[in-house]
């Protein structure tokens, strides 16, 4: 079989090892009335009700899985996502709301949280499923800013290269619900299950932190925009209620935790990569992760990635990279972060140096396109020249989907309802000496 192939496969059963159930059934129990997360343990006999709420890529089978352990005790379920919930779920109030971008069904369904928050008593608990794309799907602006206004900023920020912990500092001080601002709707007790889509598990990060709290300011917020010179491209009136606030003319974003609400990661990054290298090692490939998360700019990290390769091509190895690379677009073509770095990479490549590389999104949606990522190897550039596509050209085009689509590497999985961030597999085949042959 082929590297190419052995990654693919991995990958294909890395999602099924990485599901919302199957983490969510891993950590949660309930034995008699004690509901146990990990080693913390709640008596829900205190409570006179329960209630589910959730929002994110993940919402539906995170309750699906949920109302599993905890039927009957759930009182009501409230959740917003992205996709059409193809399975009746008990007692549930759902909302298909919008990603990347927030639109008028994210008002409705931030409105619709707050009101379900606002009508739960303090004898009462809710429960909250909080997972990737929470920034998009449930928004209420400030007052003083439209909708409008908040998708250009939005678009604007998506486009420029901004890594998502500035573009949250920014998005926590145009909205209503976000920065922990959420949790101030509610007195009741609270316990957040989270899906982790940033790197190292930030709460301050994760969904743009509805019900934890915020340790940016407005002067960051206005910072993060001029550091990507995006500050002169967003419209006056926001420009204007973000130096208004750097002021101190407008309310700053909670800045500790509500002692009231409980936040436990389930699912993240490092335990997608540590699944990944159980699942590879299995198959008698030494593996080894990398522990610092991705977060630079995907052209430059196919630069590092092929000066790595060439320095530990001594050994047959796979390296595994957690995270997100960012990509500042240019061009009108179709393709996402993975795509981009795989591409990038394949521009790079020599033959001398014997690898396949591997790069997708665990929610198999990468950018504009209909695929995960994508995955190469060695003979990627003669498969290139067989069908006729450059690289360079569609690299400059921003469309990697397009070339990918032609040469038949793309990683399709459909939307997994999950998001533990990307995954970038580096498998590396030692370079063979004059005379050598593969034992």
């Known amino acids: 079989m082929s590297n190419k192939r052995v990654l693919h496969e991995t990958f294909d059963r890395l999602l099924t090892e990485i599901t919302p159930e199957k983490l969510l059934s891993e950590q949660c129990r309930l034995d008699g009335h004690f509901f146990s997360v990990g080693k ?11 209630y589910l709420l959730g929002s994110g890529k993940a919402v539906i089978p995170m309750a699906k899985a949920m109302q599993k ?4 005790l759930i009182e009501n379920t409230v959740i917003v996502g992205p996709y059409p919930e193809d399975t009746a779920l008990e007692k549930t109030a759902y909302i298909k709301s ?23 008593g303090e004898e009462d608990l809710f429960i909250y499923l909080l997972s990737g794309g929470s920034s998009a799907l449930l928004e209420l602006p400030e007052s003083e800013i439209s909708l409008g206004e908040f998708q250009e900023v939005t678009s604007l920020m998506l486009h420029g290269g901004m890594p998502i912990e500035s573009m949250n500092a920014v998005r926590k001080h145009l909205s209503r619900i976000k920065g922990g601002k959420l949790g101030t709707y509610s007195n009741a007790d609270g316990i957040v299950l989270v899906l982790s889509d940033v790197a190292d598990d930030d709460l301050h990060a994760i969904g743009s932190a509805p019900l934890y709290c915020d340790t940016t300011t407005f002067r960051d917020a206005v910072s993060a925009l001029e550091a990507y010179r995006l500050f002169d491209r967003i419209p006056k009136s926001v420009q204007k209620f973000l130096i208004e606030g750097a002021e101190g003319k407008h309310p700053e974003t909670p800045k500790n935790p509500h002692p009231h609400i409980d936040h436990y990661v389930i699912g993240s990054n490092r335990i997608v ?11 008698g490939i030494k593996t080894t992760i990398m522990r610092d998360p991705v977060r630079i700019d995907a052209c430059e990290f196919a630069r590092e990635l ?7 091509r001594d050994r047959r190895h796979c390296y595994l990279f957690g995270g997100e690379p960012t990509v500042t677009v240019t061009g009108d073509g179709r393709g996402g972060r993975n795509q981009h770095l795989c591409l990038s990479l394949l521009s790079l490549m020599d033959a001398e140096t014997d690898i396949a590389l591997l790069s997708a999104a665990t929610d198999g949606v990468d950018g504009n396109s209909d695929a995960a990522g994508a995955v190469i190897d060695i003979h990627s550039p003669h498969n290139a020249q067989l069908h006729h596509v450059d690289p360079m050209t569609y690299l400059e085009a921003f469309d990697s989907n397009t070339f990918f689509e032609k040469t038949g590497e793309l990683i399709k999985t459909g939307p997994t309802h999950n998001n533990l961030l990307d ?3 580096l498998l590396i085949e030692p370079t063979l000496q004059q005379g050598e042959t593969y034992g």
């Open 273 to 283: 990569l540590e699944k990944a290298k159980k699942l590879l090692e299995h198959s």
């Open 306 to 312: 092929t000066a790595f390769a060439q320095r530990h």
């Open 98 to 120: 919008s990603h990347p971008l927030p639109t008028q069904q994210s008002i409705e369904a931030a409105s619709l949280m707050i009101q379900t928050l606002e009508e739960i």
């Open 423 to 425: 995954i970038v597999m």
């Open 40 to 50: 913390e343990s709640y008596d829900l006999s205190k409570y006179q009700k329960v």
């Open 69 to 72: 352990i905890l039927q009957p």
